[in-house]
């Protein structure tokens, strides 16, 4: 017997179940999962181990995440040559982003994914966020923008399922960099 997968997962509370999620199955094949359970004793005086074979599972197909995630893309702390790219998904993972000049053609999943525009040059700027808790927006600053100069910003989400999951089509939204030049003033005399 090969053994595919193993780890352990705790029970803190008696009576309340657990789940485990085995990754690296192979969809359609049959596993058989073996269990065995440990105790402590309330009384410090070392453990229980019990090993149930009627307790194995065999399952003939195994659900294979086949759904790229959905990502947002937003923008905040503007400035003349700054912005904070903020990122959520609806799965952990990476959320890929690209800048290009306002107006450009907009670039494929993959490019945005390989920090490229839509003619496969450089993008003028690109990063990638990673998400570590769903749902939730993650920042990533971006220096060195000219000022009073319109961007797009395009981003797409990858999930951390064994195939990777990316998102067919890019999220995107706008900036217009702020003005960082002091005004002067001329003497009308």
């Known amino acids: ?16 179940g657990r789940t485990a999620v085995i990754t690296g199955m192979t969809s ?9 359970t440990e105790d402590i004793s309330p009384w410090g005086t070392g453990s ?10 065999a399952t003939s197909s195994v659900y294979v995440d086949t759904v790229p995630p959905t990502a947002t893309v937003s923008t905040t702390n503007l400035t003349a040559t700054s912005v904070s ?6 799965e952990l ?12 053609t907009a670039p494929t999943s993959a490019q945005v994914k390989s920090g490229f525009d839509s003619t496969g040059t450089a993008a ?3 990063g990638t966020i990673t998400i570590g808790v769903i749902n939730t927006t993650n920042y990533s600053v971006v220096n060195g923008l000219t000022e009073l100069t319109g961007y797009d910003v395009y981003a797409v989400g ?5 195939s990777p999951n990316l998102q067919a089509t890019p999220v995107t939204t706008a900036i217009t960099t702020l003005d960082g030049t002091a005004p002067t003033a001329e003497r009308p005399w």
């Open 1 to 16: 017997m090969t053994v595919a997968a193993s780890g352990v997962v705790s029970l803190p509370t008696p009576s309340v």
């Open 28 to 36: 359609g094949a049959s596993y058989t999962v073996y269990m065995a």
């Open 48 to 57: 229980n181990l019990g090993f149930s074979p009627y307790l194995s599972y």
């Open 85 to 90: 790219v903020g990122a959520q998904s609806n």
């Open 93 to 104: 993972g990476s959320v890929y982003y690209v800048m290009v000049a306002r107006g450009s």
């Open 124 to 126: 003028l700027k690109s």
């Open 158 to 162: 990858e999930d951390t399922a064994a």
